[in-house]
């Protein structure tokens, strides 16, 4: 199965091509439009499911290969806390029907040692499913939620690219889906891929390279670690892109960068590693050590 997610509003609407991170679509194609003004997906996810109440069971299964070419909208909606009027001890537990388990399952079957577990998961067969992240003018894409991911997502030096382990780390908690960010055309983004949002709490987070804080493209400042020449000099890293509350966050002391290098900046980080349990705190001493 094939879907492509895009925004049809206007006429004349065309598919990405590979340099763009389409994977579906290799060459641009003309899919038209609906003829409607503004973005008829920029908020929209791309898969719900909506259960009524503690025995639904209700859910989608990706029973063969699924590859999802998404240029705009919202990925991730499992793993929610939900207010609702009902009270923590009762059944339906804030209108959490799921309980503790996870809304992801990686298999499509139904294990016969793990029913329940594949019966509570709102998405099933994960593990089938592609995502390819598409650069266009007028997208943007949401991963969504990363709420309690059971292994630490790191932040390495292929930064948002689908060779780099954050993105690994967002498919691992999704039951094992792919994501894929293949974009090579991003001129406002220092890697060049797909900017994407991303909301990540509750759990642990790596910082294993340098990330540059500021908004270049607002400043028109040259991005600290891309080449004078290159077409991205002016750009922003993805890094900021990313919204964390309640993490636990390891940042490398190699991670740290000064526009000023000096004793005070250094003082501050050079011992190993900086653990905080608050991403804004560490947001904020980072701006903090750059501003030395």
């Known amino acids: 199965m094939v879907i492509l997610f895009?925004?049809?509003?206007?006429?004349?609407?065309?598919?990405?091509?590979?340099?763009?991170?389409?994977?579906?679509?290799?060459?641009?194609?003309n899919v038209g439009g609906t003829?409607?003004?503004?973005?008829?997906?920029?908020?929209?996810?791309?898969?719900?499911?909506?259960r009524q109440n503690a025995n639904d069971t209700a859910g989608i299964t990706f029973n063969d290969e699924t590859k999802i070419d998404l240029y705009d909208g919202i990925l991730l909606t499992g793993d929610q806390y939900y207010h609702g009027q009902t009270r923590?001890?009762?059944?339906?537990?804030?209108?959490d029907y799921n309980g503790h388990y996870s809304d992801y399952y990686k298999e499509a079957n139904k294990a016969t040692n793990d029913r329940t577990a594949w019966e509570k998961a709102k998405y099933r067969g994960m593990k089938n499913v592609t995502v390819n992240l598409v650069s266009s003018a007028?997208?943007?894409?949401d991963l969504g939620l990363v709420n309690q991911a059971s292994k630490e997502i790191e932040w390495d030096q292929n930064q948002?690219?689908?060779?780099?382990?954050?993105?690994?780390?967002i498919g691992e908690f999704a039951g094992g889906m792919t994501i894929k960010n293949g974009s090579t055309t991003n001129t406002k983004s220092t890697s060049t891929a797909m900017g994407v949002n991303s909301s990540i709490i509750n759990g642990k987070f790596k910082i294993s390279t340098k990330v540059d804080l500021s908004d270049n493209i607002?400043?028109?400042?040259?991005?600290?670690?891309?080449?004078?020449?290159?077409?991205?000099?002016?750009?922003?890293?993805?890094?900021?892109?990313?919204k964390m509350e309640s993490e636990y966050v390891t940042?490398?002391?190699?991670?740290?960068?000064?526009?000023r290098w000096n004793k005070s900046c250094w003082a501050r980080i050079k011992y190993g590693k900086i653990h905080y349990s608050d991403g804004i705190k560490i947001m904020l001493l980072i701006e903090e050590v750059k501003k030395y």
């Open 6 to 29: 895009t925004n049809n509003a206007g006429s004349g609407k065309s598919t990405g091509t590979s340099n763009e991170g389409a994977g579906i679509t290799t060459a641009a194609e």
């Open 35 to 50: 003829g409607l003004s503004g973005n008829d997906h920029k908020n929209v996810p791309i898969f719900y499911v909506n």
């Open 88 to 95: 923590y001890w009762n059944s339906a537990i804030g209108n």
């Open 138 to 141: 007028d997208g943007e894409i």
């Open 160 to 169: 948002d690219k689908t060779t780099g382990t954050f993105l690994k780390g």
């Open 218 to 242: 607002a400043k028109n400042n040259k991005a600290l670690f891309v080449s004078a020449s290159a077409t991205n000099k002016i750009s922003n890293d993805p890094f900021n892109n990313i």
């Open 251 to 259: 940042i490398d002391s190699s991670a740290f960068s000064c526009r």
